[in-house]
């Protein structure tokens, strides 16, 4: 049996995890979990699946649960989430933590020996150039939890990879995908909020009507599968349908496609190399579906998309910068202090700003975050724009 610690629990991608080891207890145990604010979910998940170790945000809110829970282990904090990862009897760490907070436990995960499948991008947009090397140093295995990258993954299996020819990333467009830039100024979050094809959390959702999401998973995308930016490609398919391809040097084109169901791609990454069904999931019919649309982004109107192409060819430090930046005015956004298009302004700003390092260590990365936050911050509260 697979012993799982899920990192990031009640998110979209940690209740679908869940849901996919009940469907399979004779495969999988999730021994260890952590959760952020959301205490009255994490309960429930604590009832269901019966993790004994359990890792909080805020030390009061560690104080109630173990008044509450006397047979488990409480934790919380960053020291917390480093010692759910590296639990002795863990085999797999699922990290679904969103954004930057995900890379030490990633990190120390790692240097304990565990596998990991990865849901959390910004390990490798940040760190990369760190995190690789310790794959390699400690032998274990990085699987792709992100739908495309699942896909890819499962695209080049059986491949050479001196045979790809490149990566095509597929983007839903998100919420806003058929609007202009001049009606983009005035949107709402909760318009933002509304993506027409996945279920996924408020930070996520803001980064794919940005199409930053997109900009994250080509980055991710150049160290998961060791592959230039000029060969990764991405293309607008409303339908979400295929999820992604690879093109070979021989013009043959692998896809992967399903209905969209984050639980294909968590599964996956938990059975590998091997496939268990599905319990719930629809098959996909593309007879019934008829149609599927392509198009090429436009770089003008997807700035985001461009800004990250930018920061992921100049390496070093300004993937951090562009994160931090990035994570730091989605917030503002969501809490309404700033508009829509805002975001990649602030972004930009942070990243013309920046004194670029050529390779930064954990430190200077650390370093390097606060301040990308910070200078957001700071612009806004000079900035006269506000909602």
């Known amino acids: 049996m697979k012993k799982i610690t899920v990192l990031g629990v009640t998110g979209s991608i940690g209740t679908q995890t869940v849901d996919v080891v009940k469907h399979h207890r004779e495969e999988f145990e999730i021994i260890a979990m952590s959760a952020g604010r959301n205490i009255e979910l994490l309960e429930k998940i604590m009832v269901s699946v019966h993790v004994r170790h359990i890792c909080v945000q805020n030390k009061e809110d560690k104080e109630y649960l173990e008044n509450k829970y006397k047979d488990c282990y409480f934790y919380y904090g960053q020291e917390g989430l480093i010692t759910i990862a590296t639990l002795p009897e863990v085999d797999v760490v699922l990290n679904a933590i969103v954004g930057f907070a995900g890379l030490l436990p990633t990190m120390e995960a790692i240097k304990a020996h565990k596998d990991i499948a990865l849901a959390n991008k910004e390990t490798l947009v940040v760190a990369g150039h760190l995190i690789i090397p310790l794959v390699k140093e400690y032998g274990v295995a990085l699987l792709p939890v ?23 990333l597929t983007a839903s467009g998100g919420s806003f995908r058929d609007k202009s830039r001049e009606e983009l100024k005035n949107v709402t979050v909760e318009q933002a909020l509304k993506h027409p094809n996945w279920s996924m959390g408020a930070k996520i959702t803001i980064d794919s009507a940005t199409l930053f999401n997109k900009g994250l998973e080509v980055m ?8 230039d930016y000029d060969d990764i490609e991405v293309l607008i398919h409303p339908e979400s349908i295929v999820h992604s391809m690879v093109e070979y040097q ?6 992967q496609l399903g209905t969209p169901d984050m639980r294909l791609p968590i599964q996956y990454a938990l059975t590998y190399p091997r496939r268990q069904p599905l319990i719930g999931g629809k098959r996909l019919s593309l007879a019934d579906i008829g149609t599927l649309h392509f198009y090429a982004p436009d770089f003008k109107r997807f700035k985001a998309l461009e800004l990250a192409y930018e920061a992921g060819r100049k390496g070093g430090s300004m993937p951090c910068v562009l994160n931090g930046a990035n994570e730091q005015a989605n917030a503002l956004f969501l809490d309404r202090k700033i508009c829509f298009l805002d975001i990649e302004r602030l972004v930009e700003e942070a990243m013309r700003a920046h004194e670029w390092v050529d390779h930064p260590s954990l430190d200077q990365l650390l370093e390097i975050d606060q301040w990308a936050r910070n200078y957001v911050l700071k612009r806004v509260g000079e900035d006269e724009c506000k909602q």
């Open 146 to 168: 992100d739908s495309e990258h699942s896909a890819i993954f499962q695209s080049m299996n059986g491949e050479h990879h001196g045979d790809i020819s490149k990566i095509i």
């Open 220 to 227: 991710e995308a150049k160290w998961l599968f060791n592959v």
């Open 250 to 255: 021989d013009t043959s084109v692998i896809a």
